[in-house]
């Protein structure tokens, strides 16, 4: 299973639909928050990419195109796998991800992800993959924009962040 993992686009609409027809082909999209007036946009010309898309509501966002602001997937994941997400700040993840690993060990989520740093992580301990996709529109670490593609599959979780 391919699942795109984005957030916080902050308004880079040509980006965020570049992103999005390179990869059409995978089975998951995650935006993990702000960016939701060119997701909303991007809707309307595309309306069957919502059948696959899970926007999460970031701080910046109004809450027009909300659909949750925490996502729980022990959906059909190959081997079980385990999703928790969110866009991150109810959980201060500019200070420590702490707070957001707990939640998901509660869920017994094994990947989580999140945004609102707009500062790429991605790595694994304690058995849990703990992503941040970094940002599509206003990037904080001196690195490109970037995002997430990751494969999840019987043989397990490849998170591979990609710089624009």
Known sequence: MKILVMSDSHGAARTLRAVLEKHRDADLVIHLGDGEREMAAI???????????????????SGALIFRTELRLPLALPCG??????HG??????FSTRRIEHEASECGADIVLYGHTHVGDCRYENGRYIINPGSLGCPRDGKPPSYVL???SEQGVLPNRIFL
């Open 81 to 86: 796998h385990k999703i928790f997400a969110a």
């Open 43 to 61: 809707l309307r010309s595309d309306p069957a990419l919502q059948e696959k898309l899970y926007y999460l509501k970031g701080n910046c966002d």
């Open 89 to 94: 700040d109810a959980f201060q993840v500019k």
């Open 150 to 152: 990751m494969d999840v």
